[in-house]
C-alpha cells in the first residue's frame, strides 16, 4: 500500500521540515520512503512544495502527479494541487490563510486555522507542526505517537522548541478529535 | 548503524568520506550543490581538505594534481560544470591516475535548467573530453545506490587507474530517502606505489614515477592508446552491472532505462500487469561498459516485438540500445528533456502504443 502526501505553502511556512518530520516517522514504521521537495527556481515568498511517499513496498516512481493527500498552507497551493488529490484523501485547509474549502466533495476536508492557534501558543512558526499533528490525527497515515518522537528528535538540537512544538501538535491533535465528533 | 533519512546530494559526502576518501575539491552549482555544504562541515571534523575552486576548470586540475600523488580525491558538479572539467578528465584519463567525479545531471544544453535530466549520457559514455579515453560510468537509481556506487567508485577507479564518474540526476540529488552505510570499505592494498609521484622515500622499487600525457613518439602513443585500449575492453568484460525487471514474464515490450527514469518504468511495468500486459526492462547500472549482451538476450524473447530506451534526453542511450539489439528487434525511444519527468501512465500509454502499432518501427517517435 502506498501513499503520498503534498506539502505546500509559501517559502518560510516550514513546509520542507513537517514533511521530513513524517518521512522520518514513517521510516521509524518501518516504511519505504522519498522525501522530494521542489527545487525550482522560486523566489522568496513564493511556493514551496513537498511530496512525501511511503510505501511498505520498495517504492517505484518518486514522482507522483496524483497525491492520496494534502496539506495546503495557503491559498496558490490550494488552488494549485487540490484538483489533483485523489478521491478518498484528506486536504487539510489553513484556514488562517485561506477564504474557503476546496470544492471538492469527494475528499475528506478539515479546516483549521493552524496561524491563529500557533501565535496562541507563542509562535506562528509552529503553526507547520499544528498542522503535520492534525494532518496525521485525521488520516492516520503514521502512528501519532511515533510522530510525537520524530518531533522530539527534530528539534532535540534545539532544546527551547521543544515544548513549544509539542503543544501545537497537541493542540493539532485536538482540534482533529473534535472536528470529527 | 541503522537506516537514516537523508538527503542524496549529502549521502554522496558521506558515502566518499566512508570510502576513505578526504580531499575533495569543488566549485558550486545547482542542484548538487549541497555535497559542497555538507562536506565543507564534514570534513574538518575527519582531517580532511575541503577546497573551493575558483572555476570548474582549475578543480579538475587539483583533482588532477592530487590523484597524481595517489591521494583518494573526488569532485562533484553538474552538466555545465562537468562541461568545464572535461579537459581535465581527459588529462587524467591519458595519465591513468584514479578519480571519481559524480555529475548531477540537470538540462542541457547551454545553462539549461535545473530540473532532473539524463542530457549528458553521450557526454559521460562517449568521451566530453578529446582522445581515446573513457570513463567507467555508474548510474544510481535512489540515494541507497548512490551510496553504494560511490564507494564501489574509488576502488575501481585505483583498479583501473582510471577516472569513473556517476551520472546522476537532480531527483538523486535532492531527493531524501532512507540509507544504510556499509561499515568499512573492503578494497585491495593500494597499487600507487607502481605510479604515484609520492616521494623517493617510501618507494621500494627506486624509480621515480613520472606523470605526464605529452607523447610525441607515433609508436610510444599508439602503445601507449593500446594499453588503455586494454583496460577499456577489461571494463566491458568484467564490470558490466545491471539490473533485470520482469524478464521471467512472457513481455511484448522490452524497456531500457535507467537512473530515476528506471523507477517511473518499474511503477508503469507493475501497473501494466495489472492489465495483463507483460513489459520488461534491463536497467543498466553501468552505462560504460554497456549490458549489450543482456539487452541483446532479453530483446531476442520470442514475445518481445519491440525494444524501448526510455530516458530522459532526446534520444541519447537509444543508438547503444540499438547496437546491442543488432538487428533483431525494431528500437524504439520515448522521453522528455525539459526537466519534466515522465509519469507511470505516460509511459504505460507510450508502452502501449508502440506494441500495438503494427507497421515495423522505423522511425523513433518524439513526445513533446
Redesign the interface.
Known amino acids: 500500500m502506498q501513499t503520498e502526501v503534498m506539502f505546500a505553502g509559501f517559502g518560510g511556512q516550514g513546509i520542507l521540515l513537517s514533511a521530513?518530520i513524517l518521512?522520518?516517522a514513517a521510516?521509524e514504521q518501518g516504511l519505504?520512503?522519498?522525501?522530494?521537495?521542489s527545487?525550482?527556481?522560486e523566489m522568496r515568498g513564493g511556493t514551496a512544495y513537498c511530496m512525501v511517499v511511503m510505501s511498505d513496498l520498495p517504492?517505484?516512481?518518486?514522482?507522483i502527479?496524483n497525491p492520496l493527500h494534502l496539506v495546503a498552507m495557503n491559498l496558490p497551493s490550494l488552488e494549485k494541487f487540490a484538483p489533483t488529490v485523489k478521491p478518498g484523501g484528506v486536504i487539510l485547509v489553513n484556514s488562517s490563510l485561506i477564504p474557503h474549502g476546496s470544492g471538492r466533495g469527494d475528499v475528506r476536508e478539515l479546516l483549521v486555522p493552524v496561524n491563529e492557534i500557533a501565535i496562541k501558543l507563542g509562535s506562528v512558526k509552529s503553526a507547520n507542526i499544528v498542522a503535520l499533528s492534525a494532518f496525521v490525527s485525521r488520516s492516520k497515515v503514521v502512528d501519532y505517537d511515533t510522530l510525537i518522537r520524530c518531533i522530539q528528535e527534530e528539534f532535540a538540537q534545539k532544546k527551547d522548541l521543544i515544548s513549544l512544538n509539542l503543544k501545537a501538535a497537541e493542540e493539532g491533535r485536538k482540534l482533529t478529535y473534535l472536528c470529527s465528533l | 548503524m541503522g537506516k537514516v533519512l537523508m538527503k542524496g546530494n549529502e549521502a554522496i559526502g558521506e558515502a566518499a568520506i566512508r570510502a576513505g576518501c578526504l580531499n575533495y575539491f569543488a566549485y558550486p552549482i545547482t542542484p548538487q550543490s549541497e555535497v559542497a555544504e555538507y562536506l565543507s562541515r564534514r570534513l574538518p571534523e575527519v582531517g580532511g581538505v575541503f577546497l573551493q575552486g575558483e572555476s570548474e576548470v582549475a578543480v579538475s586540475y587539483m583533482i588532477f594534481g592530487a590523484a597524481a600523488c595517489g591521494e583518494r580525491v573526488f569532485t562533484t558538479s553538474s552538466s555545465p560544470g562537468i562541461s568545464l572539467m572535461s579537459e581535465g578528465i581527459s588529462y587524467i584519463a591519458a595519465a591513468q591516475c584514479p578519480a571519481v567525479f559524480v555529475n548531477i545531471m540537470r538540462g542541457g544544453p547551454g545553462l539549461g535548467g535545473i530540473l532532473p535530466s539524463q542530457a549528458d549520457y553521450f557526454q559521460a559514455t562517449k568521451g566530453g573530453g578529446h582522445g581515446d579515453y573513457r570513463l567507467l560510468v555508474m548510474a544510481p537509481a535512489g540515494v541507497q545506490e548512490a551510496v553504494e556506487m560511490v564507494m564501489r567508485a574509488f576502488p575501481l577507479a585505483e583498479e583501473y587507474r582510471n577516472p569513473v564518474i556517476i551520472l546522476g540526476d537532480g531527483l538523486i540529488g535532492q531527493m531524501m530517502e532512507p540509507v544504510e552505510f556499509p561499515d568499512h570499505l573492503s578494497s585491495k592494498p593500494s597499487n600507487k606505489d607502481e605510479w604515484a609521484t609520492n616521494g623517493m622515500a617510501t618507494r621500494k622499487s627506486g624509480r621515480p614515477n613520472i606523470v605526464r600525457t605529452l607523447i610525441l613518439d607515433p609508436n610510444t602513443l599508439n602503445e601507449h592508446n593500446l594499453h588503455l585500449k586494454e583496460k577499456y575492453e577489461r571494463m566491458k568484460r568484467d564490470e558490466v552491472r545491471y539490473e533485470p525487471y520482469n524478464l521471467e514474464a512472457d513481455y511484448r515490450g522490452l524497456i531500457v532505462s535507467y537512473g530515476t527514469m528506471s523507477r517511473v518504468c518499474r511503477s508503469a511495468i507493475d501497473a501494466l500487469k495489472e492489465q495483463g500486459v507483460e513489459v520488461g526492462m534491463v536497467r543498466p547500472q553501468t552505462l560504460f561498459p554497456f549490458p549489450e549482451k543482456a539487452i541483446e538476450e532479453a530483446a531476442s524473447k520470442e514475445s518481445c516485438e519491440v525494444v524501448v530506451s526510455i530516458e530522459m534526453s532526446m534520444g541519447q542511450m537509444v543508438e547503444d540500445v540499438e547496437r546491442s539489439v543488432r538487428g533483431r528487434r525494431p528500437v524504439e525511444w520515448y522521453g522528455t528533456c525539459g526537466g519534466d519527468v515522465p509519469t507511470p501512465e505516460e509511459i504505460m500509454e507510450a508502452m502501449k502504443s508502440f506494441m500495438s502499432s503494427e507497421s515495423p518501427h522505423l522511425v523513433h517517435s518524439s513526445t513533446g
Open positions: 521530513k518521512a522520518h521510516l519505504d520512503v522519498a522525501w522530494v521537495p527545487y525550482g527556481p517504492i517505484g516512481s518518486p514522482v502527479r
